[in-house]
């Protein structure tokens, strides 16, 4: 009978030590949507907060995510999970009115992986942004927001050479006959002097 008395306290120690890691999770106290709330623009970011710092050794996120569905089971936001403190959160997209489901997953202050997910309603005011969701769990900078798009660049003015006139020849001047006529007479002169010349030294000799 007294073993029995003294066995008692080591039970009840191994109870709690095996209870003690189980109250240790972190658990969430806020999120960005509330759970069964019903919002109509979409948030600045996909986010849950809980008690505690979480525990992210590798700095990268590994073991930590968040997926949004709606209820033709297609995902949004743009599937970068970030751990800041106490704190996972995603950039935010939603789609078509209708019911969403919320999903995440971390690692807790204790190290165990813990995950939970919720529901909300999508009710978007008239000036909201609706994005097409994804048929699969958006990838990390290969899905993310969707670009604001750009408008077409108006295309460059064609510039219009305009040829310029060519010129017209001048016309000729008319040529003067008496100086025509001058100038073959003079010629006429040297040559029939030229000739008078050769004919009376060849005389002489």
């Known amino acids: 009978m007294r073993s029995r008395f003294l066995l008692l306290p080591l ?16 658990f969430i106290v806020e999120s960005n949507p509330a759970a069964d709330s019903t919002i109509s623009e979409v948030p600045d970011r996909f986010s849950v907060t ?10 990268q996120g590994n073991g930590f995510a968040i997926q949004v569905t709606d209820a033709a089971g297609r995902f949004y936001g743009d599937g970068c999970p970030v751990v800041e ?16 489901n919320f999903a995440w997953q971390l690692v807790s202050a204790d190290g165990h992986t813990v995950s939970g997910e919720f529901a909300f309603t999508w009710a978007p005011s008239a000036d909201a942004v609706i994005s097409e969701g994804l048929d699969a769990p958006p990838v990390c900078g290969e899905a993310g927001v ?20 060519i010129a017209e020849p001048l016309p000729a001047e008319p040529v003067d006959l008496s100086t025509v006529l001058w100038i073959g007479g003079a010629v006429l002169a040297v040559l029939v002097a030229g000739g008078i010349t050769l004919l009376v030294v060849g005389r002489r000799r």
């Open 85 to 100: 403190g106490s704190s996972l959160y995603m950039g935010a997209t939603l789609g078509e009115p209708g019911p969403y």
């Open 146 to 165: 969707e670009p604001t798009p750009t408008a077409s660049p108006s295309p460059e003015p064609t510039v219009t050479q305009t040829a310029e006139p």
């Open 50 to 59: 809980t008690n505690e710092a979480l525990l992210d050794l590798s700095g």
């Open 11 to 26: 039970v009840v120690l191994g109870a709690l030590a095996l209870a003690g890691p189980a109250q240790a999770h972190n």
